[in-house]
């Protein structure tokens, strides 16, 4: 799961109305899905708490979107838009997201391209989309038509890796609680007739 900054079609600038979890939460989305996946994915995530923990004391709002990124064998699961509008004391980013994708990795390439926005919002000169083309294009980030740092591709790994941990926890609890009940079960159909098994 490698999802990649890539330049893209104009931001948008806040036309459409957007729900958010909660209604002050810096990450928002008019989509239930997505919404649905963020709340999941902060309860079962560190990593995802840590993100939006942070971004929460940023003077940004990142909304995240359904949406292609690339077409054709260069498409990408998700990826934040390279544009950036500053207005009212705000930064304003998008991601855009395939939503079809399996829910695990899609999880986590929201907490990857999230994580990118914790790196745009953390540089207060980044305010135009000159800016932020600049900074992707400093010392240890790839260029060209598309941009990636490594602590971008930790964070998507590290929350894929948690949902999934937490995934089976929650499995090995629900299997754990119908034991009881199975074994229970079980001795009844091997018990004699006239026997009383509890």
Not at 1 to 24: C, E, N, R, Y
Not at 27 to 55: F, K
Not at 91 to 111: A, E, P, Q, W
Not at 139 to 168: C, H, M, P, Y
Request: positive net charge.
């Amino acid at each position: 799961m490698v999802t990649i900054l890539i330049f893209a079609v104009s931001l948008m600038s806040g036309a459409q109305d957007s729900t958010s979890w909660p209604a002050a939460d810096p990450v928002r989305s008019s989509s239930a899905q997505i919404i649905a996946l963020l709340r999941d994915g902060a309860r079962d995530s560190p990593t995802l708490q840590r993100l939006v923990a942070t971004l929460e004391m940023m003077n940004g709002i990142v909304y995240i979107e359904p949406g292609a990124c690339r077409t054709g064998a260069d498409r990408l699961p998700a990826c934040l838009v390279n544009e950036i509008v500053a207005t009212g004391g705000r930064r304003y980013l998008r991601i855009l997201v395939n939503v079809k994708m399996d829910r695990v990795d899609l999880t986590g390439s929201l907490g990857h391209e999230l994580q990118h926005a914790v790196e745009v919002l953390s540089e207060s000169s980044v305010t135009s989309t000159a800016a932020l083309l600049a900074f992707y294009q400093g010392a240890g980030r790839n260029g060209a038509r598309s941009f990636e740092t490594s602590a971008a591709v930790d964070a998507g790994l590290a929350v894929a890796r948690e949902i999934k941990t937490s995934q089976k926890q929650a499995a090995n609890v629900r299997r754990s609680s119908h034991q009881p009940e199975a074994r229970a079960a079980e001795q009844r159909a091997a018990s004699p007739r006239g026997w009383i098994v509890p």
